[in-house]
Nanobody, 120 residues
Framework: VQLQASGGGLVPAGGSLRLSCTAS????????MGWFRQAPGKEREFVAS??????????GDSVKGRFTISKNKAKNTVYVYLQMNSLKPDDTAIYYC????????????WGQGTQVTVSS
């Protein structure tokens, strides 16, 4: 599974961004997809995920009601999006997309990250 994240940038507080993750390889078959973030000096934080089986969606408490995860599939490629609205300076971080086999409890595959900076 290869993951490529994009869409980060600089945005003022209250603004919006849409992150994209392209997942190729086996990602289209039986893999949950997720977004995580890591701010300077902080631990990596769960943002959102969408399960392969059943499509259950989960969000971290700090982004509920503001962020939306979605997914599309075309042939052998999965596209995962993170729509981020009402952005706050605390949302500033490197955002990573991740994948795990649907029965796994460990996120096994990670993209390279995309920087999101929210100015106050």
């Amino acid at each position: 599974v290869q993951l490529q994240a994009s869409g980060g940038g600089l945005v003022p507080a209250g603004g919006s961004l849409r992150l994209s993750c392209t997942a190729s390889g086996r990602a289209g078959n039986s893999y949950d997809m997720g977004w995580f973030r890591q701010a300077p000096g902080k631990e990596r934080e769960f943002v959102a995920s969408i399960e392969w089986r059943g499509g259950r969606i989960m969000y971290g408490d700090s982004v509920k009601g503001r962020f939306t995860i979605s997914k599309n599939k075309a042939k052998n490629t999965v596209y995962v999006y993170l729509q981020m609205n009402s952005l706050k300076p605390d949302d500033t971080a490197i955002y990573y997309c991740a994948a795990r086999y649907w029965v796994s409890t460990t996120w096994e595959y990670w993209g390279q990250g995309t920087q999101v900076t929210v100015s106050s």
